[in-house]
């Protein structure tokens, strides 16, 4: 076997392990969702930064009222034919087209993270202050409208220093890094990694989602004995 057939094979296993255990970590999530917020048909519950929500229908039933909200209308429309969610397109600024208290319940997972800076701006902010000054800010906004629009929430984002960076599959120190340099890793890898990104995530501590979340109970994700995430819950 040549090389590039071999490592287009450990690419392979590689995508499937990381593909595995995603899906239970979000079986876990998904459960304490269950758990902590009791949902029952008659809430209006939305789904922030959903794709097409098919992580949400994994959760729950159908019959539930269930608003799916991202910033690709192609992805929310697709969620309406695939589940019958009703598809919502948000700008990229954190501001949400909803009164106060609009919904009994907001689910947001893996996704404040990305809530940065736009995607047309992201390989130009080389500076590491920059980025995390305005990504901080649209965090902060975000964060605010959740708390905002419902009655109840549940945001989960990954630990800043988990050993392995969840976006890029490489060692935490792409976290690290100065931007300048992050950037540059994450061209030079998409062009063989099996995992391909975009330099957009702004990853936080405990202490930042306390920030952030003042009202929530904080819940936290072990893997291998390991702080994997933080999941701020009102309910």
């Not at 590039?4 to 296993?13: C, E, K, P, S």
């Not at 736009?118 to 990504?135: G, P, V």
Request: some cysteine; charged content about 30%.
């Amino acid at each position: 076997m040549n090389p590039a057939a071999i490592w287009t094979r450990v690419g392979q296993l590689i995508t499937t392990a990381a593909h595995a255990y995603s899906a239970r970590q979000r079986r876990r999530r998904g459960a304490l969702f269950l758990e902590r917020l009791r949902p029952v048909p008659a809430d209006r519950i939305l789904d922030l930064g959903s794709e097409d929500g098919s992580h949400i229908a994994s959760i729950l039933d159908r019959g539930y009222d269930v608003s799916i909200a991202d910033i690709d209308r192609a992805a929310v429309e697709s969620g309406q034919r695939k589940f019958g969610f009703r598809p919502v397109v948000v700008p990229e600024d954190g501001a949400l087209p909803f009164a106060d208290g609009h919904f009994d319940i907001v689910f947001c997972s893996s996704v404040i993270e990305h809530a940065t800076i736009d995607k047309k701006d992201l390989w130009q902010y080389r500076s590491t202050r920059e980025f995390r000054r305005a990504a901080w800010a649209r965090q902060k906004r975000l964060a605010d409208e959740i708390r905002r629009i419902g009655r109840r929430y549940y945001v989960q984002t990954p630990y800043r220093y988990f050993p392995i960076e969840s976006h890029t599959w490489l060692p935490a120190v792409i976290v690290l890094v100065p931007r300048w340099l992050q950037i540059r890793l994450i061209d030079r890898m998409n062009r063989f990694w099996p995992k391909k990104t975009d330099p957009d995530f702004h990853l936080l501590t405990p202490a930042d989602m306390r920030i952030l979340f003042p009202d929530a109970e904080l819940c936290y994700e072990r893997s291998f004995g390991l702080l994997k995430s933080m999941i701020a819950v009102r309910s």
